[in-house]
């Protein structure tokens, strides 16, 4: 129902929940995959879910990657506060404030505050962590859920393969980071993170209110975490199996379906997909007496989704 959102002084207002849990996508689409539902106050009355996607770059370094994810999310929680026409006090309430970073590989304008903030978190004297935020009171009054797609949970390092998070449960816990071991001395290195110290507001006279306490005892500054488990890798490979189709071959029993497949290639690495045939052949009969075009694709399982191919891809047909 309409009301004004949560401020951490008020009472908490009536808003409608979902009846079941969101359905998600076990395939990987050609972009990745952003689930964002959340709670909007707004006269509507309507759950707002959004979908982003990051773009299917090549990120040479992590700080360009947290520049998409960033925005990306971002212009997520925008659109779902315009199309629930929230109440202004929602785009009022703090927000994170990344540090002044200038390594990014492209000329571009980082944003100066955001709702979500991904950085890297120094974990232990040598390995960092990806850890996600965002500032507690936004969360309490619009009750956000980030669902991330398979690949992209196992390349931050979220949680083991096979294992899915789902929507991800933050916690006020925060850890300590631990102590940088650096190469050289850091009075005269310049900063090569991404990274947020504190949430800004935007309603507060002071620029320091780090001591104002919320209705439950904590400071307004807190944000809710979730920090991953193991170390970023986003070269890290999460397909198992690559499975070659053609549209000009006789079909192959799988289970009780009959498909085109030509070939059923395993992976062989966790960092890179690599396979040897070791001069094994495979026949198989052209149901075609004429062949103008041939069609092949990729998947990951026998009913999914083409994958998507940074570089070009050289396949060779035999006949014989």
Request: charged share 25%.
């Amino acid at each position: 129902m309409p009301g004004d959102p949560f401020d951490g002084k008020k009472d908490t207002p009536i808003f409608r929940t979902l009846p079941r849990a969101l359905p998600w996508n076990r395939w990987n689409p050609t972009a990745m995959e952003i689930r964002i539902p959340g709670k909007a106050p707004a006269t509507s009355n309507e759950w707002q879910i959004s979908k982003c996607y990051l773009p299917c770059n090549f990120y040479a370094q992590f700080a360009d990657f947290q520049l998409a994810f960033v925005n990306c999310v971002h212009e997520a929680i925008e659109k779902m506060l315009e199309a629930g026409n929230a109440h202004s006090t929602v785009r009022n309430l703090r927000k994170i404030a990344p540090n002044d970073f200038t390594g990014f590989s492209d000329k571009v304008t980082p944003p100066k505050a955001v709702w979500v903030f991904l950085q890297e978190f120094q974990w232990s004297h040598w390995t960092t962590v990806s850890c996600i935020r965002v500032p507690k009171l936004f969360r309490n009054a619009t009750e956000l859920q980030i669902i991330l797609p398979p690949i992209m949970e196992q390349q931050l390092g979220l949680i083991q393969q096979p294992r899915r998070l789902g929507a991800i449960p933050f916690t006020l816990r925060e850890q300590p980071a631990a102590e940088r071991v650096w190469d050289i001395d850091p009075r005269h290195k310049k900063p090569d993170r991404w990274t947020a110290d504190r949430p800004v507001a935007f309603l507060s006279y002071f620029n320091d209110d780090r001591w104002n306490l919320d209705a439950e005892g904590d400071s307004v500054q807190a944000t809710f975490n979730f920090y991953g488990i193991n170390e970023i890798d986003l070269n890290r490979n999460v397909v198992n199996s690559l499975w070659i189709f053609c549209d000009i071959i006789d079909g192959s029993f799988v289970s009780n379906v009959q498909i085109p497949l030509l070939q059923l290639v395993p992976t062989m690495q966790e960092t890179g997909v690599s396979f040897e045939r070791f001069g094994m052949i495979h026949r198989k009969r052209i149901n075609k007496s004429r062949v103008d075009a041939i069609k092949i694709w990729i998947t990951e399982t026998f009913d999914g989704k083409p994958l998507y191919f940074r570089e070009p891809v050289t396949i060779s047909l035999e006949y014989v």
